[in-house]
């Protein structure tokens, strides 16, 4: 019997303004429990649990909670609000992320703000020509709050609806698509003006501030998209307040297309396509903080943690790399994933395994490319890239996609196991 392997934490995969419809019809509120183990190259072995309870208060508005411990000593805990409305501006969506514990020994490969290696990127930790065993071992309380505001503009298919029903048929659209009918925004598919203010501390690496961001989701089924696009630009700033490492800016694009290789008589089979890149636009941006022993002046860099800003490596990009390897001013990275929901679900053959709502496999290929840079320049990001390429399995269970990856590159074989598509 198969394994279902998952971790939840700090998941994007809940859609805005969903009511998923598969055959059984709408039930007022839904409540799902999801015990999961896992094993993670970062926290080892880890066992936890999950609750999702559906249409509480309002029809779309869903809550998660849960938590793990692991062999490293990491222990975590996660509560998250999606899809609540003000009644009376019902465009407008509220969701707030609280998430919080201690972890064991993990990696960071990140200098202090206060060190400067400009003539020389061998030198700094999470540079492209850097050491992979060039890292400091931390571990200690995490701290990570986020309020997301989500306004809909009334364009496409936000004009005319605020709330959507995709009808599914054994987890697979069957109508009710929001997106990926057609290329302009004015006629297809969801746009959002975001605001996002978020607190994050992890030991002493603490960040705050506001991102803002324009998103278009224009694909048939957010959670597992078959056609279509999406695009975000994202300005994020911290501005120095608390106590905060520094303040910076960051801006952020990010391209995706899913392009359907199947007909209307198989099961679905996409080539997804992924174009993201980054800038720090405060790189080079410091404060004065002092001297040393011999005089020279002491500069805090404005740059941002390694856990946000132009990284690479971990759950989303370049997939064979530990977590945040690679961490620079800039980044850039290409991504094409083939997935393809094959006609055999061994969860169905044991009415125990049948509680579990395992309605489809997928199996998928990648392969990526991307780098970071002390500087964004074309010729730069695209000499010298990191490559990873592997192959994985996903499992639609309780509307969520439960992502099982394995990933091999220069510096060996990796595996991540999360939640939703890399892209």
Known sequence: MLLIIVIILKSNSFPQSININDEGGDENVTISILPFALYSEIFGWAAGGFVGVQGLSQKNMSLYAGGLISTNGTKYGFIQIREFYLPFLPRLYIAPDILGGYFGVINMYKDPPTTSYENDTKLRAGSNESDKNDNMEVSGNDQWYELKFRFLLPIGHGKDEVFFSPKLKNGILESGEMGGTHWNPFVSGRTFIDIKPFYRKRVAFATNGIEFALTRENTDYYVNPTRGSYQKFTFRRDFGWFDTMAPWSVFETDLRWYLPLNNKNSLPKVLA???????TLTWDSYDIVGTDTIGNLIKQYHRPPPYTGAYLGGRYRLRAFYEGRFNDRAAIYYGAEYRQIIDWNPFNLWSVTKKLNV?????????????????WNISTLHTDMKWSAGGGIRFFMNNLILRLDGAFSKEGFFTQMYVDHAF
């Open 273 to 279: 396509i992924d174009f993201w890149t980054v800038n």
């Open 359 to 375: 309605h489809w496999l997928q199996l998928a290929a990648f392969a990526e490319v991307g780098r970071v840079a002390p500087e």
